[in-house]
């Protein structure tokens, strides 16, 4: 009888101290939801909607002009819109309009240049139709993106820059399979 006993005792204390463990685990999801939230570690929390682009300069509004230009093609190029006012830091996203009313497919590439100069070191491209050959065929339109931001370390005196791309034929170059040219 006595070792029936104490083998419920064991039992008894084996159990409580399983409900206690079962208890302090469940306890330390919100104690380590606080730590988080004190610290600023991990804050899974927070809700996405409190969460800002800090490396955007809200102080600061610049106007970015667009411009564009073909060099010895029946090309018509031209910016979507003229102008847009950005902050530095802001992710931008402009397009661009190119035609070729030629009656013979050509391979085009876009220069970029930007007024005033200083400016090129700032504008940082994630996407642009600059990066490679645009072929067209004869009377074939595109609509082409840009995607940049602004680098908000841009100096404080410059509140305008220009974006200006100038399509240049690329003599010699292959135009895509099936597009009818052999």
Same mark, same amino acid.
């Given at each position: 009888? @006595?070792?029936?006993?104490? @083998?419920? /005792?064991?039992?008894?204390?084996?159990?409580?101290?399983?409900?206690?463990?079962?208890? +302090?685990? +469940?306890?330390?999801?919100?104690?380590?939801?606080?730590? &988080?939230?004190?610290?600023? $570690?991990?804050?899974?929390?927070?809700?996405?909607?409190? $969460?800002? @682009?800090?490396?955007? #300069?809200?102080?600061?509004?610049?106007?970015?002009?667009? #411009?564009? @230009?073909?060099?010895?093609? #029946?090309?018509?190029?031209?910016?979507?819109?003229?102008?847009? /006012?950005?902050?530095?830091?802001?992710?931008?996203?402009?397009? =661009? !309009?190119?035609?070729?009313?030629? !009656?013979?497919? $050509?391979?085009?590439?876009?220069? %970029?240049?930007?007024? %005033?100069?200083?400016? *090129?070191? =700032?504008?940082?491209?994630?996407? &642009? +139709? &600059?990066?490679?050959?645009?072929?067209?065929?004869?009377?074939?339109?595109? /609509?082409?993106?840009?995607?940049?931001?602004? !680098?908000?370390?841009?100096? *404080? #005196?410059?509140?305008?820059?220009?974006?200006? =791309?100038?399509?240049?034929?690329?003599?010699?170059? *292959?135009?895509?399979?099936? !597009?009818?040219?052999?």
């Amino acid at each position: 009888m @006595n070792k029936e006993k104490a @083998n419920r /005792r064991l039992l008894t204390r084996l159990s409580v101290f399983a409900v206690l463990m079962f208890g +302090f685990g +469940f306890a330390l999801v919100p104690f380590y939801e606080k730590i &988080c939230e004190v610290t600023g $570690i991990n804050n899974l929390i927070k809700p996405a909607a409190a $969460i800002e @682009n800090t490396q955007i #300069d809200r102080s600061r509004t610049i106007t970015l002009e667009f #411009d564009a @230009n073909s060099h010895g093609l #029946d090309w018509e190029f031209k910016p979507v819109l003229n102008s847009v /006012r950005v902050h530095p830091g802001e992710m931008i996203h402009v397009e =661009y !309009d190119v035609r070729n009313n030629g !009656d013979k497919a $050509i391979v085009g590439q876009a220069i %970029p240049s930007y007024g %005033p100069k200083l400016a *090129a070191q =700032y504008v940082k491209k994630m996407e &642009c +139709f &600059c990066f490679k050959q645009q072929p067209l065929q004869a009377g074939e339109g595109k /609509r082409m993106p840009v995607q940049f931001v602004i !680098d908000s370390t841009l100096p *404080a #005196d410059v509140n305008t820059i220009t974006l200006s =791309y100038t399509f240049f034929e690329v003599k010699g170059a *292959a135009l895509p399979k099936g !597009d009818g040219q052999g």
